[in-house]
């Protein structure tokens, strides 16, 4: 039997991120992103996410989307959805309608004001094709992000969905979550 291809996406670990932004500043300083450009983004989730009192973070980028609407919405055929699950942007091909924008659902696409094009994670296939790992990855203290092939994982031991986040169902979002785990009681009752 023929061994499927990878299919890659992003794990994000919340017990390991401690909303530091180190993988939105080494990203955003690595490709020499405009100030008001962030390919990835670390925000603080709801303390009561895990049913107790606990500060959890969560870094996301594109979730190269099964069915992104981005690539649907372009009409000059921008984005491209390689066999490997990466949705890629040709920013040689953008004319800078920001239709893409008002599609993405995670609000993932930005315009560059100075380019006049857009600009999104391409999960730095680049990279991962010469055997490295992307920026994100490898600058992460906590290891907190890693790229998963969907298709040797294990999906009970990741959630697609993360309150207050958009519905990973909309557009077949392939980012996978580890939630955090309940934090241990301060005091303990002698």
């Known amino acids: 039997m023929a061994k499927k ?11 390991r991120c401690v909303g530091c932004n180190a993988c939105t500043i080494s990203c955003k300083s690595f ?5 008001s450009i962030n390919r990835r983004f670390v925000r603080e989730t709801d303390e009561m996410l895990t049913g107790t ?17 981005c690539a649907k919405a372009c009409p000059t055929g921008a984005y491209t959805k390689l066999e490997n699950g990466i949705v890629k942007h040709n920013q040689d091909r ?6 893409c924008a008002t599609a993405c659902p995670y609000g993932v696409p930005q315009f560059d004001t100075v380019k006049k094009k857009m600009d999104k994670c391409s999960m730095c296939y680049d990279r991962l094709e010469q055997g490295e790992d992307t920026i ?12 998963i ?9 990741y959630v697609k969905d993360v309150s207050g986040f958009v519905n990973s169902k909309i ?3 392939s980012t996978h979550f580890t939630l955090p785990k309940a934090s241990h009681s301060v005091r303990r009752d002698q």
């Open 149 to 157: 092939d969907l298709n040797s994982i294990n999906e009970s031991d």
């Open 31 to 35: 490709y020499q992103l405009e100030p």
């Open 53 to 69: 009192a606990k500060r959890c973070y969560i870094s996301t980028a594109c979730n190269h989307c099964d069915e992104p609407a």
């Open 171 to 173: 557009t077949g979002s």
């Open 136 to 147: 994100c990855v490898s600058s992460c203290p906590m290891e907190a992000i890693s790229i």
């Open 5 to 15: 291809k990878e299919r890659l996406g992003f794990a994000i670990n919340m017990d």
């Open 94 to 99: 953008c004319i800078g309608c920001q239709m």
